[in-house]
Nanobody
């Protein structure tokens, strides 16, 4: 599967952005999906994950209550709605996928995902 992330940009603190990640292929519904981010000089950080059906979601503590992950399997797309953005959210956001058929899997480690998109830059100004 190939992943293409989009929707990043420059936003003021307190603002919102919606990221999208569109996958090629006909088996998107069999992939668990996640968003990670990496700020300059920092390690890649888990943000949110969603199971194949979308029935299970999981968030990092920093994302909980502000971000929402969702997927539309008919459109081969996973979304990350980000509200109440803070300057510390500034990073390159990447989507990731792992083939899990129909399962409740969600992973928080980047090593649990085999496929990665190229990333989209999110910059939050204070």
């Amino acid at each position: 599967v190939q992943l293409q992330a989009s929707g990043g940009g420059l936003v003021q603190a307190g603002g919102s952005l919606r990221l999208s990640c569109t996958a090629t292929g006909r088996t998107f519904s069999r992939y668990a999906m996640a968003w990670f981010r990496q700020a300059p000089g920092k390690e890649r950080e888990f943000v949110a994950a969603i199971s194949t059906s979308g029935g299970i979601t999981y968030y990092s503590d920093s994302a909980k209550g502000r971000f929402t992950i969702a997927r539309d399997n008919a459109k081969n797309t996973v979304y990350l709605q980000m509200n109440s953005l803070k300057p510390e959210d500034t990073a390159v956001y990447c989507c990731a996928a792992d083939f899990r058929v129909n399962s409740d899997f969600y992973g928080v480690s980047p090593f649990q995902y085999a496929y990665w998109g190229q990333g989209t830059q999110v910059t939050v100004s204070s």
